[in-house]
T-cell receptor, first 112, second 110 residues
Framework: KAGVTQTPRYLIKTRGQQVTLSCSPI?????VSWYQQTPGQGLQFLFEYFSETQRNKGNFPGRFSGRQFSNSRSEMNVSTLELGDSALYLC???????????FGQGTRLTVV | GEDVEQSLFLSVREGDSSVINCTYTDSSSTYLYWYKQEPGAGLQLLTY?????DMKQDQRLTVLLNKKDKHLSLRIADTQTGDSAIYFCAERGNTDKLIFGTGTRLQVFP
């Protein structure tokens, strides 16, 4: 059974641009969560989707958005990139409520 | 509010036991998790414990939970160089979001 797949693995963008990251959950999993990992702030929750609906949202500005498709794949978008958005973005999939979260390898975004 | 704390570093000799500690503040935590992160990689789920348990053992890993003190620990028996990584504890309350600790960097030396 394939794990959580995130693409691309690495990205370099310039300030002001926008970026879209993709996450394919484990087959059969309908819940996808996104986390940002930085040296200064650690791991912080961005948002969670279940069956195409956002169920939970962290404390990030509106420049961070996401969506989930009917096949459970999820995308995360960051608009008007800032240097501080440089981070490892991790996606986790879950089979349902009260089940464990399995993480992908992450997308490392560098904003220059 | 929700807060999870861990010590930053731990250094152990190969073959010894490692104990990584974690404290949390959210009394409504339902599950507590331990994840491992190797350089350049994502998070690997190691083990978890439900809040109504006080101990869980899984091969070389032992998790102890003191719910009264909101203290969680991960013991790795017979620590190997391949165990060198950053270990995160995380708690989950009534929602499905995880609150992570700062991570403990475990260094295993020969």
């Amino acid at each position: 059974k394939a794990g959580v797949t995130q693409t691309p693995r690495y990205l370099i963008k310039t300030r002001g641009q926008q970026v879209t990251l993709s996450c394919s959950p484990i087959s059969g999993h309908r819940s996808v969560s996104w986390y940002q990992q930085t040296p200064g702030q650690g791991l912080q929750f961005l948002f969670e989707y279940f069956s195409e609906t956002q169920r939970n949202k962290g404390n990030f500005p509106g420049r961070f958005s996401g969506r989930q498709f009917s096949n459970s794949r999820s995308e995360m978008n960051v608009s008007t990139l800032e240097l501080g958005d440089s981070a490892l973005y991790l996606c986790a999939s879950r089979g349902g409520p009260n089940t464990e979260a399995f993480f992908g390898q992450g997308t490392r975004l560098t904003v220059v | 509010g929700e807060d999870v704390e861990q010590s930053l570093f731990l250094s152990v000799r190969e073959g010894d036991s490692s104990v990584i500690n974690c404290t949390y503040t959210d009394s409504s935590s339902t599950y507590l998790y331990w994840y491992k992160q190797e350089p350049g990689a994502g998070l690997q789920l190691l083990t978890y414990i439900f809040s109504n348990m006080d101990m869980k053992q899984d091969q070389r890993l032992t998790v102890l939970l003191n719910k009264k003190d909101k203290h969680l620990s991960l013991r790795i028996a017979d620590t190997q160089t391949g165990d060198s990584a950053i270990y995160f504890c995380a708690e989950r309350g009534n929602t499905d979001k995880l609150i992570f600790g700062t991570g403990t960097r475990l260094q295993v030396f020969p």
